[in-house]
């Protein structure tokens, strides 16, 4: 075989080993972000879940202490408890209004004082929670319904949907959080749906407040990772085909100066 024909496999080949050597930063690269972003988008929408599932908590827990001390005038007549019932209202800033029940019979408001509206059990999840896309007071805003019940009484305190939202909202976070109260979900824009959002199909989580037993769910759009990734892709891919283009160089001079010095001394053998 002509020493011609050699020289250029060896070239090839050098070639061929430094665009493989060259690619690989690119390709180790992209891998490694692609795994990062998903981890990371997976943190946040974990992390957003929780936060809001704590802050949710946070709200409920005092409106679930004052229901219980409430207990104490469930039953009693309206006309000797409903100033109690206003001031508790008024000084509650998350509070809409309160009312008191028996049997299952809304006799007493904070906002009406005494009245006389039937009130569905089967309506509440968990036998607490009733969130509505509306009531008769305010019927394009949510309202959330949290009762305390003791046969035949109870007491019940109407939180307003914005309250909510803003909780939400306050988290600051890019991830879709919904709050789940038995079949119906409140969303960040304070809209009430009778199914989960279709905006958490990727790194989706739901946490059950143990507490309380409501939940709160949290992903992101479809196609988010994708998006992410090419706008990051954008401002990387070049530094990374730099340093691939510097290492093919490097490898492809290597390469030869260690051909040409494994060839000078055949030649010299020939020679002789």
């Known amino acids: 075989m002509s020493s011609g024909v050699t020289d250029i496999r060896s070239r090839y080949r050098a070639i061929t080993i430094a665009l493989l050597i060259g690619l690989s930063p690119v390709v180790t690269g992209i891998g490694v972000m692609n795994w990062q972003l998903a981890k990371q988008l997976d943190n946040d929408a974990m992390n957003a879940t929780k936060h809001a599932l704590g802050a949710i908590e946070e709200l409920i827990r005092p409106i679930a202490d004052a229901n219980q001390a409430l207990m104490s005038v469930a039953g009693q007549a309206c006309i000797n408890v409903?100033?109690?019932?206003?001031?508790?209202?008024?000084?509650?800033?998350?509070?809409?209004?309160?009312?008191?029940?028996?049997?299952?019979?809304?006799?007493?408001s904070s906002l009406y004082g005494e009245m006389n509206a039937p009130l569905n059990p089967?309506?509440?999840?968990?036998?607490?929670?009733?969130?509505?896309?509306?009531?008769?007071?305010?019927?394009?805003?949510?309202?959330?319904?949290?009762?305390?019940?003791?046969?035949?009484y109870g007491v019940a305190s109407l939180i307003d949907g914005s309250v909510l939202r803003s909780e939400l909202a306050l988290l600051k976070t890019d991830a879709t959080l919904t709050?789940?109260?038995?079949?119906?979900?409140?969303?960040?824009?304070?809209?009430?749906?009778?199914?989960?959002?279709?905006?958490?199909?990727?790194?989706?989580?739901?946490?059950?407040s143990t507490e309380f037993g409501?939940?709160?769910n949290g992903g992101y759009p479809d196609g988010t990772r994708w998006k992410v990734f090419t706008a990051r892709a954008a401002t990387t891919t070049a530094s990374l085909l730099l340093v691939?283009?510097?290492?093919?160089?490097?490898v492809f001079?290597?390469?030869?100066?260690?051909?040409?010095?494994r060839r000078v001394p055949m030649e010299e053998n020939s020679d002789t």
């Open 82 to 108: 409903v100033a109690r019932l206003r001031e508790h209202a008024i000084s509650e800033k998350n509070l809409r209004s309160v009312l008191l029940i028996s049997d299952n019979n809304v006799y007493c």
């Open 122 to 152: 089967g309506e509440f999840h968990n036998r607490t929670f009733w969130l509505r896309p509306g009531n008769e007071a305010t019927p394009d805003r949510a309202v959330l319904y949290y009762r305390t019940y003791e046969h035949p």
């Open 244 to 250: 691939g283009l510097v290492t093919g160089i490097a």
């Open 179 to 208: 709050l789940e109260f038995g079949s119906r979900y409140l969303d960040s824009d304070g809209s009430v749906h009778g199914k989960h959002s279709e905006d958490q199909g990727e790194f989706y989580h739901r946490l059950v």
């Open 253 to 261: 001079w290597l390469t030869g100066r260690s051909q040409l010095r």
């Open 214 to 216: 409501f939940a709160v």
